[in-house]
């Protein structure tokens, strides 16, 4: 937990604070840093806490913590009798004191836990209903039941069970789209349930068709599985790029990687992900999650997967990775920001003289930015301009505003090296 900022000094202590600030505090810090160690603790309080908000909260990080393990090598971490100690731990937990209790349930990943989801679900009290579709959504939306056929099929005989009231019908649809579960289609299909419920099973089946088309666009991926929650990424940010002839997908250390989608797992998803209001395009493809990239964010998405401080200037790339990103780079725009943008991808494949024209362009623009001098002389060097990358590296030196700047610093290595 040193590395993460923390609002309690000892958050597992902090849960038996007289003040339900401090103990929901310690929830919000478990969610971010508890371990499988904590579990227990957490499970008591679960139970026995006074306050509603508190025992939601451990609930909540309890489930969190389990996100953490669902996915190799993870999951490794807690096997399967582990898995079945934990759900005895919160079978004790009422959900009509607790409903978020589901979402412990279902990051288990275990048979039982879903059953206890699907009875969830036919519970008269709205507020359980509501609890076990958000554990539903938490179980079906991660890659690691993406391939699970035997859930996939509960699900749908969820959708025909008669038992379940409007409200969780919807929901249960809500989930199949979240999750891009096809095969619920034709039970969707059949459904009449009427009103604002209706409307959810309507939209729904409109994303599930969609979901069967080629993905093609920009993806970005933070590192973590849709409904993971974790402090820090196993991997860093990775950029997908797939066109009608194609998909292609960053890596920090390696380039760009061609990726046949014919050959892999995914799935097209309508999800939404911690952070923000609304459900938006997901794919899953072979075990990551991406998040669909709308023009006005390619820049952005660009320099979180291609940082420019480490970048990889790859000495060529293969015709179907120059085609998918000469695309990509058709749909930025003028600006600084995007020119910079276009040049790191030149760079990446090993255009330097794109980049250098790309860079050159940016920095005769007004506000243009501070790294530009550096990444340019970076450009000429790639393109076997030795003389003018040096007085780009000695220009960006002389003109920085903090000495400490990455790019400076790389600016005096060049010029010294």
């Known amino acids: 937990m040193a590395d993460i900022e923390l609002e309690t000094p000892d958050p597992i202590a902090a849960l038996d604070d007289k003040s339900i600030a401090v103990r929901a505090a310690a929830c919000r810090d478990l969610s971010k840093a508890g371990s499988i160690a904590d579990l227990a603790r957490l499970a008591k309080a679960a139970q026995t806490d006074k306050s509603p908000a508190v025992r939601l909260g451990t609930s909540a990080a309890a489930a969190d913590i389990l996100s953490r393990h669902r996915l190799a090598p993870q999951s490794d971490a807690l096997d399967d009798a582990g898995r079945a100690d934990v759900l005895e731990l919160f079978k004790r937990v009422d959900p009509r004191m607790n409903p978020g209790v589901f979402s412990v349930f279902a990051c288990l990943d275990t048979p039982a ?13 709205g507020e359980v209903r509501m609890g076990a579709a958000v554990g539903l959504m938490r179980l079906c939306t991660s890659w690691a039941r993406a391939q699970d056929t035997e859930l996939q099929a509960a699900v749908v005989e969820t959708l025909r069970d008669r038992r379940l009231r409007p409200d969780a019908l919807a929901e249960v649809a809500r989930v199949c789209m979240a999750s891009g579960l096809t095969v619920a289609l034709p039970a969707l299909e059949n459904l009449d349930i009427g009103g604002v419920h209706q409307e ?23 590192g973590r599985d849709a409904g993971e929650v974790r402090f820090e990424a196993l991997h860093s940010p990775q950029l997908l790029v797939v066109s009608a002839e ?38 899953q493809v072979d075990g990551t999650s991406f998040y669909a990239v709308a023009d006005n964010a390619i820049a952005e998405a660009i320099d979180a997967a291609l940082p420019a401080e480490g ?47 790309a860079f050159e362009h940016s920095l005769s623009q007004r506000k243009a930015p501070a790294d530009l001098r550096y990444l340019l002389g970076a450009a000429l060097k790639a393109a076997g301009d ?9 220009k960006a030196v002389a003109n920085a505003r903090s000495k400490r700047d990455w790019h400076v610093q790389a600016a005096k290595a060049a010029l010294n090296g």
């Open 311 to 357: 970048l990889v200037w790859q000495s060529a790339a293969s015709d179907a990775v120059s085609h998918s990103l000469r695309s990509l780079a058709e749909r930025l725009g003028d600006s600084p920001i995007d020119g910079r943008a276009r040049g790191l991808l030149w760079a990446s494949i090993g255009d330097g003289a794109s980049a250098r024209d």
């Open 113 to 125: 836990g879903l059953r206890r989801v699907r009875i969830g679900l036919r519970d008269p009290r």
């Open 246 to 283: 194609g998909a292609t997908v960053s890596d920090a250390t390696s380039g760009w990687g061609a990726i046949d989608l014919d050959a892999v797992a995914w799935r097209a998803m309508h999800y939404r992900r911690s952070g923000t209001q609304t459900p938006g395009a997901t794919l």
């Open 200 to 222: 959810v099973v309507d939209e729904a089946i409109s994303k599930l068709e969609a979901a069967t088309e080629r993905p093609v666009g920009a993806w970005l991926s933070d």
């Open 386 to 394: 030795e003389a003018g990358a040096q007085a780009a590296f000695a």
